[in-house]
């Protein structure tokens, strides 16, 4: 056994120790769901007594006319909104810093994130800097005292679950190195799945968000740090995604299929809150934070590569999640997850890789993993392995 081996194995005896006796959060907020759930939780914000309600979004849902679907909701309050969609993908430290200008040249005293994870991610470091003082940048490497700002979403893919999460990933400015920042009081308020705000979602981002839902659902069902329902939430989540994907991404109109995977999503989302994902996330937080790599592609890309580390460490694990979608072995299982990205299109290389960027992928990965609860510790030589795979041919 390497010392790194050693020092992995003492962090997590440490880790389960500690989340015996203070156990994380679970998701416990309030949740509306199906047709127009938006519009009750416009409601129910109204009810709370709020004012002046920061929207956090992006400008094609705004064009969409997405963003003025869930304002219908806010018709009959007493509420005021106030729009800020300057969230792109990624998001940066300056993009939320941006919106938090507009929280507190509003007065707002209370936000709704309505887009993907992007938005609820960029949504979420904003609370923070509307109840607390400093950078925002420095909330990556320190907790912050004050809670954050009520904080609702409405998400409008089914993949990163960040409704149902208690943390939030960040892209630094300079180098675009993702930060991660966590806290249980970064969990949302409230939130809506509503199916009618996904019908129109292109395939290609069903396709994508799915996977990483599914990838969420896995790494916490494998993970080593098995706690609460995490393997319940998961295991369910795997199932309708098996299940519901293909149909989702064929005809994006089926409301009942978008619904499905809505709550897989989010089902994802609560296992993940619970144990955290692992090292699909360390390799895909690098190709999205060096290339502009969708995460939920990235994640799909990775994942098959992976789960075969995995395979001696997570066999057991791996045989039950095969035996729930109708295969027989791990290995049957793990050529399922190829198949079903096969199937919505996912590409099986990156053409944006390049090999002079190996060594600073691997380096960020490896030490990005090694805080996971993966049940392989991942080394430099492994992952080199993946990226030479994911080489376009």
Not at 310 to 325: D, G, K, N
Request: glycine share 8%; charged share 20%.
């Amino acid at each position: 056994m390497t010392w790194m081996q050693i020092k992995h194995n003492l962090l997590f005896a440490f880790a389960r120790v500690f989340l015996t006796i203070k156990p994380r959060r679970s998701a416990t907020y309030q949740v509306f769901g199906g047709d127009n759930s938006s519009h009750q939780l416009g409601a129910y914000i109204g009810r709370q007594g709020f004012k002046k309600l920061l929207i956090v979004t992006d400008k094609p849902l705004v064009d969409l006319g997405i963003v003025q679907q869930v304002l219908a909701g806010l018709e009959n309050t007493a509420v005021e909104s106030f729009v800020f969609d300057g969230v792109l993908p990624d998001p940066t430290f300056l993009v939320c810093e941006q919106g938090l200008a507009v929280y507190h040249d509003n007065q707002c005293d209370s936000i709704l994130a309505i887009g993907g994870g992007s938005s609820i991610d960029a949504a979420k470091l904003i609370a923070i800097g509307a109840t607390n003082s400093g950078d925002l940048l420095s909330f990556a490497a320190k907790k912050f005292k004050e809670d954050p700002a009520p904080l609702f979403a409405i998400p409008t893919t089914s993949g990163t679950g960040s409704e149902a999460t208690a943390g939030a990933v960040i892209s630094n400015d300079g180098d675009h190195k993702k930060s991660i920042i966590s806290d249980d009081r970064m969990l949302p308020k409230a939130s809506a799945l509503d199916p009618l705000l996904l019908t129109g979602l292109p395939a290609h981002i069903t396709a994508a968000t799915g996977m990483d839902a599914l990838t969420h659902a896995i790494e916490a069902y494998i993970s080593e740090l098995n706690f609460g329902d995490c393997r319940e939430k998961g295991a369910a989540a795997i199932k309708i995604i098996f299940e519901q994907l293909p149909a989702a991404y064929e005809n994006g109109a089926d409301k009942g299929v978008r619904d499905a995977m809505s709550n897989a999503a989010y089902m994802a989302g609560q296992a993940i809150n619970q144990v955290n994902v692992g090292n699909v996330h360390a390799i895909a937080h690098q190709l999205g934070a060096i290339y502009g790599i969708p995460h939920g592609l990235a994640n799909a890309m990775v994942l098959p590569h992976v789960l075969k580390l995995s395979l001696t460490a997570a066999r057991t694990e791996l045989t039950e999640i095969a035996q729930m979608v109708g295969c027989n072995t791990a290995e049957e299982f793990i050529a399922a997850v190829t198949t079903l990205s096969e199937r919505v299109g996912i590409p099986a290389t990156a053409e944006k890789l390049n090999t002079k960027d190996f060594d600073l992928i691997v380096e960020r990965a490896v030490a990005e993993g090694f805080g996971y609860g993966s049940p392989h510790l991942m080394t430099a030589e492994e992952c080199h392995g993946i990226l030479n795979k994911l080489l376009p041919q």
